[in-house]
């Protein structure tokens, strides 16, 4: 009869035997986690010393092979794990990971409401399908990105074999309020621009019909609108535009679109605060696009008097240095008015989509927002039509049955 095969992770008989020298030679079969048996060995003063140092040995060589987590692990001991190695692997945007991590710690981790606490095996699916309930009452949108980072979570603990299965797998979907795509029309955004022009220059606008009063109005807003026009580009990626770009020497000119302004966590000494990220939010959004020519000739502009900075940015703050994306969306909220509050810098993103689609191809609107394929691209950035196209020269083909004389019965 055959010997049974050791456990992975377990040793077999201990043996001990006094060596020439005096001393004591413990060992054992042990079998690592490849599956191949290995004989272990200490030494000792005595056979009692090389069997505890041989036993120590073997402790320790299976805490080396074992995964850190286990079914006793609790999901704020998971989730450092889990965010430890994304910033590891380095595949995600640092502001990715930053986002992530207030996500664990505000929501999944929070002292009274969230579930750190809860161990992986109590991790269970109606636990964790009332947790996303809890918070979806309040954050659908919040609870959905919560699904993800938990779904990721314990799918690290069940590849170390801490949990059987990811128990997220089968919880409920999280409905999602439907928003419906807005985008300006042509006329919209002629108002829109007289209004942000006159704003601009401090006169009295029409929402309250008052002469301006404070602090200087900002300027160049309608710059930066020029650019979000022609690029259909986040306005990360348009602060963070540098001058080395830009060719305006084309027919057309081109812009590359290489980078992105975040705020990064932490002290700038240790690389936190505002800063250009040389990547886009995407590998797809890197991308070189055609100026039409009123960008163009913003552009060339703005070239003209453009004063030396350290990032060689296009639209820097007037102290030179990066220019924050909320501070911009503050003074645009300024800017816009009350007629157009609903217009935010991603809607000149949603306009561009929108004209896109209209006049050529989804798929050129895909690609000209950096989008890998065009299913975002429809669902949130494209307007859909309020009335149906005319199609009656197709549709009368329909109606050629009914001129047809039937013969006589």
């Known amino acids: 009869m055959s010997r049974p095969r050791i456990e992975i992770g377990q040793w077999g008989k201990i043996s001990t035997k006094e060596q020439s020298s005096g001393r004591y030679r413990a060992w054992a079969r042990y079998r690592d986690t490849d599956g191949q048996t290995r004989t272990v060995q200490a030494f000792g003063g005595s056979a009692a010393e090389a069997e505890r140092r041989l036993r120590a040995a073997l402790h320790d060589r299976g805490r080396a092979n074992a995964s850190d987590l286990s079914p006793a692990t609790d999901i704020a001991t998971l989730a450092k794990v889990w965010l430890d190695e994304l910033e590891h692997v380095g595949e995600l945007a640092p502001q990715t990971i930053a986002q992530y991590?207030?996500?664990?710690?505000?929501?999944?981790?929070?002292?009274?409401?969230?579930?750190?606490?809860?161990?992986?095996?109590?991790?269970?699916?109606?636990?964790?399908?009332?947790?996303?309930?809890?918070?979806?009452?309040?954050?659908?949108?919040?609870?959905?990105?919560?699904?993800?980072?938990?779904?990721?979570?314990?799918?690290?603990?069940?590849?170390?074999?801490?949990?059987?299965?990811?128990?997220?797998?089968?919880?409920?979907?999280?409905?999602?309020?439907?928003?419906?795509?807005?985008?300006?029309?042509?006329?919209?955004?002629?108002?829109?621009?007289?209004?942000?022009?006159?704003?601009?220059?401090?006169?009295?606008?029409?929402?309250d019909g008052a002469q301006h009063t404070g602090r200087p109005r900002a300027r160049g807003l309608l710059d930066l609108v020029d650019v979000l026009l022609a690029t259909g580009a986040r306005i990360g990626e348009v602060l963070a535009l540098r001058w080395s770009d830009v060719d305006l020497t084309e027919e057309p000119a081109t812009l590359t679109i290489s980078g992105t302004v975040v705020r990064l966590p932490g002290r700038m000494a240790d690389g936190g605060g505002l800063v250009r990220q040389g990547r886009t939010k995407t590998d797809a959004g890197y991308r070189v696009v055609k100026l039409p020519r009123f960008a163009r000739d913003t552009l060339l502009r703005l070239s003209v008097d453009a004063k030396a900075t350290a990032d060689d940015l296009v639209f820097p703050s007037s102290t030179g240095t990066l220019r924050d994306p909320h501070n911009v969306r503050r003074q645009w909220r300024d800017a816009r008015g009350e007629r157009f509050a609903w217009v935010t810098p991603h809607s000149f993103r949603r306009t561009v989509a929108t004209l896109i689609d209209r006049e050529a191809t989804t798929e050129d609107a895909a690609s000209q927002l950096g989008h890998s394929g065009t299913a975002v691209t429809r669902k949130h950035y494209i307007e859909k039509a309020a009335a149906a196209p005319d199609l009656t020269s197709v549709l009368d083909r329909l109606g050629e049955t009914s001129q047809t004389t039937w013969p006589q019965v």
């Not at 109590?122 to 959905?144: C, G, N, Q």
């Not at 801490?162 to 309020?177: F, G, K, L, Q």
């Not at 928003?179 to 929402?207: F, I, M, N, Q, Y």
Request: proline share 4%; with cysteine; glycine share 6%.
């Open 101 to 207: 991590r207030v996500d664990v710690e505000n929501t999944i981790c929070a002292p009274k409401t969230g579930i750190g606490g809860l161990l992986l095996r109590e991790a269970t699916t109606s636990r964790i399908d009332r947790f996303l309930k809890t918070v979806s009452d309040r954050h659908p949108a919040k609870a959905r990105r919560i699904k993800v980072i938990l779904g990721q979570m314990l799918g690290l603990a069940a590849r170390h074999d801490a949990i059987d299965t990811n128990p997220v797998r089968e919880v409920a979907r999280i409905r999602s309020s439907k928003k419906t795509v807005r985008a300006l029309s042509l006329d919209e955004l002629e108002v829109l621009r007289r209004h942000v022009r006159l704003w601009e220059s401090g006169a009295p606008t029409g929402d």
